[in-house]
């Protein structure tokens, strides 16, 4: 099956890419490699303990965090990305017109009325 010369100029413009890639690759599998053969192999208690900061460890580093920590974090993340979508619609504000602005009052009407609704449940109260 032979390849027409359209297709093989357009293959040939991502040569430079395959190439990068492929030292890219070979960068980090042979990084990898090289720092595995020549790491120093002593275990000792102290390398194997847990690190707080420098203090003794006091308690088991495995200790479950409250659900209400995830609760935040979680709300925190989606409210975050929710006015991320803020910054394109101000971009082309003059492009989208009257359109663009109903929808991102309807938009920001969800947002207020989630972010009323997590109040309310007191999914934002830390203690």
Same mark, same amino acid.
């Given at each position: ?62 200790? /479950?965090?409250? =659900?209400?920590?995830?609760? $935040?974090?979680?709300?925190?993340? %989606?409210?975050? !990305?929710?006015? +991320?979508? &803020?910054? /394109?619609?101000? =971009?082309?504000?003059?492009? $989208?017109?009257?359109?663009?602005? %109903?929808?991102? !009052?309807?938009? +920001?009407? &969800? ?17």
């Amino acid at each position: 099956m032979a390849i027409s010369p359209e297709l093989s100029a357009y293959l040939t413009q991502y040569a430079s890419v395959a190439v990068y890639i492929m030292i890219a690759a070979a960068f980090g599998v042979g990084t990898l490699m090289v720092s595995y053969v020549v790491h120093p192999r002593i275990d000792s208690s102290e390398k194997l303990s847990a690190y707080e900061c420098g203090s003794e460890p006091i308690s088991d580093a495995r200790m /479950p965090f409250p =659900v209400r920590y995830y609760i $935040i974090a979680m709300l925190f993340v %989606i409210f975050d !990305v929710e006015l +991320i979508f &803020l910054y /394109p619609w101000a =971009v082309a504000f003059d492009k $989208i017109g009257l359109f663009g602005l %109903i929808e991102m !009052v309807i938009f +920001i009407a &969800l947002f207020v009325a989630g972010y009323a609704y997590a109040w309310r449940k007191g999914a934002l109260e830390w203690d």
